[in-house]
């Protein structure tokens, strides 16, 4: 990208002398200001001849008027140069567009992102002519100030230009951390946006699985993140303003400050305001102009340079997913936190469960039980350690060899049988449009899923299956209520426990060997939640339950009980007699007869 900067500015050597020919005709006022004001006041009305100092005051003028021409041919001249530069962006993003269709071959192309970033490319442009054209007007402004201040009165130069000079390596100092902070500003408020829309878009699904709080907690960080993005620009914006004093305003107080000692130096009164007259109307809004121009305009710059890179690069290859051999899971020494400062909810576990076990995990409110059931089924992937089931990393296991079901179970608008059939329909569905491993998903809105495709195609379960699944589950009275297979469900309107058994039935059918429930029969009555316990240990295959019960850690084969760091595994009675905390939550938990 710097390589194209770079080649936009030596295109054209001809309108680079161009430029710089005229920007010395642009930069005379700023050469002439002090030295006529001085002029026309000493030589002209404090020496009683007007006509000399009209005339000082008259080449003013007409230098300002040729400014002002020579004003309009930079801005032709810096467009000869910032168009070619347009081009050389578009081509690139175009060709990144190009590779990345061929690379994705069959995929639908995003043309909208396409359009976006060629919105960017104009951007980029005006910011690229913005930059260009306020840098060198800096330049050539300071060196016609700095040479009139020597003619002038070389006294004045020492007294303005080192305080400017401080302020402008202030300002030039702060430009990194200037940048960085609108960055990040800009990519919070991209995250907040995106995250509002994909919110917005996925309303009725979210009211549907009773994830409001969840979901407004989640923005509530997107927000705060924002917030203190802005904050953080706000603060560094700061510096940008302390270099405007410095350099553009601290002269003025010096030369004041000065004035006897400038008077004693031979200079007279129109030395002084020829001096004023320098760094008031020169000097500071040069300098006010960088600031501008490279704060403002270069940050752009530097941001849609940065947007149409990443633009341009071809798609991230997509991590083969690998089939495992089993559904055991195995974790080793695995460590996970969920932010880099944050303290570790699982720290250093080591797991082994076995094909075929029946495991529950047990724990207090926040011990980390959700997390684990994250990492075993791959949501999550761990800092440290490894999670494998079947001997594969759970992350890049094929979608189909698990299926957790979080305590928002999912029902989409469709048919019962599309609902149930969901998991069972080949080919392989992707874990990303599986919504029992994202509540937030919406088949409704996935161009990849036609809901259509459940049993009437015959691809997925048969009607005896179908009934066999409903019945072990004792989802029969649910099918009954919503009026049959062929009844189209309203999400809304089910009960939160009927969710659940919809989304039971469909892992039920899925082929998936390793079951995780997560509190998932949390809205089942205690013989519900037994009936579709034994029916998944009955199924065959792994299978995890985050306990919401006693009873569902007694009817496990083995019990995980986690508290922070701590973990311990053992069977129920083990477990009472050896763990206090384990007694404790058998103790909390209502009383309930053991199925
Ligand atoms: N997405 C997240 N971002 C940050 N912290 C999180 C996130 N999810 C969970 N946590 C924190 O991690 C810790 C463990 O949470 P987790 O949900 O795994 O516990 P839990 O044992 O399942 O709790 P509960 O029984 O209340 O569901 C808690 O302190 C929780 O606040």
Redesign the pocket.
């Known amino acids: 990208m710097r390589a194209l900067l770079w080649r936009a500015l030596r295109r054209e050597p001809g309108q680079l002398v161009r430029i710089c020919l005229w920007s010395l005709v642009e930069a005379a006022p700023a050469f002439l200001i002090g030295l006529a004001v001085a002029r026309a006041i000493e030589d002209g009305f404090a020496a009683a001849r007007v006509d000399v100092g009209l005339a000082w005051l008259a080449a003013l003028g007409l230098a300002w008027v040729l400014a002002a021409v020579a004003a309009r041919q930079i801005v032709l001249a810096v467009a000869a140069i910032a168009e070619p530069f347009r081009d050389d962006l578009l081509t690139h993003v175009v060709g990144g567009a190009v590779r990345r269709a061929a690379a994705t071959p069959g995929a639908a192309q995003d043309s909208a992102a396409v359009t976006r970033v060629g919105l960017q490319v104009e951007l980029a442009r005006d910011a690229f002519a913005a930059v260009v054209t306020t840098v060198r007007g800096f330049a050539f402004t300071v060196v016609s100030v700095v040479l009139g201040l020597l003619t002038l009165a070389p006294g004045a130069a020492l007294l303005v230009l080192p305080p400017f000079a401080a302020g402008l390596v202030l300002f030039l100092a702060s430009l990194p951390l200037l940048t960085r902070r609108q960055r990040e500003f800009l990519l919070a408020d991209e995250r907040l946006a995106e995250e509002m829309t994909a919110m917005a878009g996925g309303l009725r699904d979210i009211v549907a699985c009773g994830a409001e709080e969840r979901q407004g907690a989640r923005m509530a960080t997107h927000v705060e993140a924002q917030a203190s993005a802005a904050r953080a620009l706000a603060r560094a914006t700061a510096v940008r303003t302390a270099a405007l004093g410095v350099g553009g305003w601290l002269p003025v107080v010096l030369v004041l400050a000065g004035t006897p000692w400038l008077l004693s130096g031979g200079a007279g009164a129109g030395v002084v305001v020829g001096a004023l007259a320098y760094v008031t109307q020169s000097l500071a809004p040069a300098l006010g102009g960088l600031v501008q121009g490279l704060g403002v305009s270069g940050i752009q710059l530097a941001a849609s340079l940065d947007r149409i890179t990443a633009a341009a690069q071809p798609p991230p290859l997509r991590p083969t997913r690998l089939r495992p051999a089993s559904a055991e899971v195995r974790l080793r020494e695995v460590t996970f936190a ?2 880099p400062h ?1 303290a570790p ?1 699982v720290d250093g576990l080591s797991l082994h469960v076995p094909e075929g076990e029946h495991l529950a995990v047990v ?10 059931a994250s990492l075993i089924s791959g949501l999550l992937r761990p800092d440290a350690g490894e999670v494998l089931v079947g001997g594969v990393p759970a992350d890049r296991a094929e979608p189909a060899a698990r299926v957790l079901i979080p305590q928002e179970a999912y029902v989409f608008r469709g048919t019962l049988r599309e609902n149930l059939a969901y998991l069972s329909t080949p080919p392989d569905h992707d874990p990303d449009h599986d919504p029992d491993h994202d509540p937030d998903h919406d088949p409704d809105h996935d161009p990849d899923h036609d809901p259509g495709d459940g049993d009437s195609d015959g691809a997925g379960p048969g009607a005896a299956e179908l009934d066999a699944a409903v019945r072990a589950l004792g989802a029969a009275d649910l099918v009954a209520a919503v009026g049959g297979y062929d009844a189209r469900l309203d999400p809304g309107a089910l009960s939160a426990g009927q969710r659940q058994l919809v989304a039971l039935v469909r892992a039920y059918l899925s082929p998936a060997r390793l079951i995780i429930l997560d ?1 998932a029969t949390c809205h089942l009555d205690p013989a519900a939640e037994a009936l579709v316990e034994h029916a998944f240990a009955a199924r065959g295959g792994t299978l995890v339950v ?1 306990a919401h019960r006693i009873t569902s850690a007694r009817r496990a084969g083995r019990v995980l009980l ?1 508290d922070g760091g701590r973990v311990q595994a053992g069977t129920h009675d083990e477990l009472v007699h050896t763990s206090s905390l384990y007694a404790d939550l058998v103790g909390h938990w209502q009383p309930e007869p053991v199925s």
Do not use: F, I, N, Q
């Not at 207090?364 to 997390?371: D, F, H, L, M, Y």
């Open positions: 969920y932010g944050s909810v724990g207090p409110s926040g011990a980390g039980k959700s997390t684990l509190e985050v986690m």
